[in-house]
């Protein structure tokens, strides 16, 4: 039970994220090594949540497009695998249905609370109250907060003790295919990244990536370190608008004489 309470504080706090500036502690890459040490296995946590991460790279809320719900889908799925000493692969294969269930409840949240909240705002606009204008705010984040909560803390209490069975039941050929399609997830999450932000410039840089790790070995780190040299080098850092300014105004000046 204080397992339960305790992956539900985390999927709380995985949703202040939105309240916090949006830091990215939502992502299974952080919230999985969290779940790690109420499970008792930090090692574990940190390797499914790495993986998980890779799998929901692509997965961002953009526009009115919600996607599968990442912080119970994270932090079930990596309880569950963590709870029947299972990897990655059975983690990526409790997570991503869990975080389609947990979209469709994102959505009701969506239609039906936060308009009417919305509603209540109005009233207090009308009347110019903005301090109570701020709470009605601040409780509809609650709102949500909390119901990922319920929803975590309910999931991993009625599920633990029957998850292990069901894993054990599950043929070898099954979770033999589920760690290849584990391995290809990644690929897929990098692809569909790649689709948003991929253009012409972006594209030597990113085969000159490629090149370092498939034939130099580079390691990923390295790549990292020279990628962020190579934007200092790309982009000029130093203030250098107003020199140019002084430099059109000086033209310009010339121009009047």
């Keep these: ?52 991460e890779l799998a929901f790279l692509g997965q961002m809320s953009v526009g009115a497009y919600i996607p599968p719900n990442v912080i119970v889908g994270g932090v079930l799925g990596t309880a569950f695998a963590i709870s029947v000493g299972k990897g990655a692969d059975i983690a990526f294969t409790m997570a991503f249905p869990i975080a389609l269930l947990a979209q469709v409840l994102d959505n009701v949240i969506f239609t039906l609370v936060r308009p009417f909240m919305a509603k209540i705002a109005d009233y207090y606009a009308e009347k110019g109250d903005a301090a109570k204008i701020t709470f009605v705010h601040m409780i509809t984040g609650f709102i949500t907060c909390t119901v990922l909560f319920i929803i975590t803390f309910l999931g991993f209490s009625l599920g633990s003790s029957k998850m292990e069975m069901i894993v054990n039941a599950i043929p070898k050929v099954i979770t033999n295919g589920l760690s290849i399609a584990t391995g290809i ?73």
């Excluded at 939105?18 to 992502?27: E, F, P, S, V």
């Excluded at 390691?219 to 990628?227: E, M, N, R, S, Y």
């Design 1 to 52: 039970m204080l397992q339960a309470f305790l992956l539900g504080c985390i999927a709380f706090i995985g949703k202040c994220d939105l309240a916090t500036g949006t830091n990215m502690i939502q992502r299974p890459i952080v919230l999985g090594p969290l779940v790690g040490l109420v499970m008792g296995d930090l090692q574990l946590g940190i390797t499914i949540g790495a993986t998980l």
């Design 185 to 257: 997830l990644p690929a897929i999450g990098f692809a569909m990244l790649a689709k948003m932000i991929m253009n012409r410039e972006i594209v030597p840089f990113f085969y000159l990536g490629f090149v370092l790790s498939a034939y130099f070995h580079i390691p990923v780190v390295g790549i990292a370190i020279l990628g962020l040299i190579i934007i200092f080098i790309k982009i000029n850092f130093y203030d250098n608008h107003a020199e140019n300014n002084l430099i059109n105004e000086s033209e310009v000046n010339d121009d009047d004489f």
